[in-house]
């Protein structure tokens, strides 16, 4: 379980910080994630959870779709209002490109020839879908990008997953949203601050978020206002996996029974798999 802890600093921004090492450890051990995978993988979900406690209903939900073109390919990333994030990675094995400095080329693996895409469904009519062109495929730089770009909302985003071999030993990120209004002497602070907020893995290695948010912004006046706990989670069912089967159709369903002797559906995001036999099918479709 991960703490999130939003606060408002100087009545004209809003931080909100997650230490987030037991999401990513859980995402490595479902995707059997590469250490340049699991870094990729750990900022996005760590991201998603930020962006998700942004919700006013339980029932919103997020996508984020990162398509670098790099070796990782798709990075897909879910939160919903529960608290609850997931993920998807489309080849979690590959291998982990160091760069000079000692760090994990992620850059290099997400690439940056593409796009990160944000579906938001929050009860309208139609969801809510924002496009950005990637700037560096190092998540954080990409994902303050697109809210500059494509929702108009001026920001800091600093993300960190530090490992141990294939574990995460520390992981968080900091999401810094301006308020109308910010007095310019906060602004230039403010600056300085993310400035000086690299190696973001490092500041979780034993500290809370709310401990983050104070060290870094404590000069101010600060209040928290939520902590909430957030969980890799799936939601998916045997009620949703029935709909797939489904949508197969019962002579189809019946002919991959003949030929194979059972319907096999694998979840991507949490690798559980949902079996039918004969009997199940002609059950689903009676």
């Given at each position: 379980?991960?703490i999130?802890?939003?606060?408002?600093?100087?009545?004209?921004?809003v931080?909100?910080?997650?230490?987030?090492?037991?999401?990513?450890?859980?995402?490595?051990?479902?995707?059997?994630?590469?250490?340049?995978?699991?870094?990729?993988?750990?900022?996005?979900?760590?991201?998603?959870?930020?962006?998700?406690?942004?919700?006013k209903n339980?029932?919103?939900?997020?996508?984020?779709?990162?398509?670098?073109k790099?070796?990782?390919?798709?990075?897909?990333?879910?939160?919903?209002?529960?608290?609850?994030?997931?993920?998807?990675?489309?080849?979690?094995?590959?291998?982990?490109?160091v760069?000079?400095?000692?760090?994990?080329?992620?850059?290099?693996?997400?690439g940056?020839?593409?796009?990160?895409?944000?579906?938001k469904?929050?009860?309208?009519?139609?969801?809510y879908?924002?496009?950005?062109?990637?700037?560096?495929?190092?998540?954080?730089?990409d994902?303050a990008?697109y809210?500059?770009?494509?929702?108009?909302?001026?920001?800091?985003?600093?993300?960190?997953?530090?490992?141990?071999?294939?574990?995460?030993?520390?992981?968080?990120?900091?999401?810094?949203?301006?308020?109308?209004?910010?007095?310019?002497?906060?602004?230039?602070?403010?600056?300085?601050?993310?400035?000086?907020?690299?190696e973001?893995?490092?500041?979780f290695?034993?500290?809370?978020?709310?401990?983050?948010?104070?060290?870094?912004?404590?000069?101010?006046?600060?209040?928290i206002?939520?902590?909430?706990?957030?969980?890799?989670k799936?939601?998916?069912?045997?009620?949703?996996?029935?709909?797939?089967?489904?949508?197969?159709?019962?002579d189809?369903?019946?002919?991959?029974?003949?030929?194979?002797?059972?319907?096999?559906?694998?979840?991507?995001?949490?690798?559980?798999?949902?079996?039918y036999?004969r009997?199940?099918v002609?059950k689903?479709?009676?």
């Amino acid at each position: 379980m991960s703490i999130l802890t939003k606060a408002l600093i100087a009545n004209s921004v809003v931080v909100s910080a997650i230490e987030s090492k037991d999401i990513v450890n859980k995402a490595i051990k479902i995707h059997n994630l590469s250490p340049v995978a699991a870094a990729a993988m750990g900022r996005a979900l760590t991201m998603a959870a930020l962006m998700g406690e942004e919700f006013k209903n339980k029932e919103d939900y997020l996508t984020a779709v990162i398509d670098g073109k790099g070796p990782l390919g798709k990075i897909t990333v879910c939160a919903d209002g529960n608290g609850h994030v997931k993920g998807d990675i489309e080849n979690p094995v590959v291998e982990t490109v160091v760069k000079q400095d000692g760090h994990l080329d992620v850059g290099d693996a997400v690439g940056k020839d593409g796009t990160l895409t944000v579906i938001k469904d929050i009860g309208l009519k139609q969801p809510y879908v924002g496009t950005s062109q990637l700037v560096s495929g190092e998540i954080a730089q990409d994902f303050a990008y697109y809210f500059a770009d494509s929702e108009q909302k001026p920001c800091g985003v600093t993300l960190g997953v530090g490992l141990n071999r294939r574990r995460c030993k520390s992981a968080g990120g900091v999401w810094v949203q301006i308020l109308p209004n910010c007095p310019e002497d906060v602004l230039s602070r403010l600056e300085t601050i993310m400035y000086a907020m690299d190696e973001m893995s490092y500041q979780f290695d034993g500290s809370t978020a709310e401990q983050v948010i104070r060290r870094f912004f404590g000069e101010f006046e600060l209040t928290i206002t939520e902590s909430v706990d957030i969980d890799y989670k799936c939601n998916c069912g045997k009620r949703k996996i029935n709909r797939i089967v489904k949508s197969l159709g019962k002579d189809e369903a019946l002919q991959i029974v003949d030929e194979m002797g059972q319907i096999e559906v694998c979840c991507h995001f949490c690798g559980k798999k949902y079996t039918y036999d004969r009997d199940a099918v002609e059950k689903l479709f009676r």
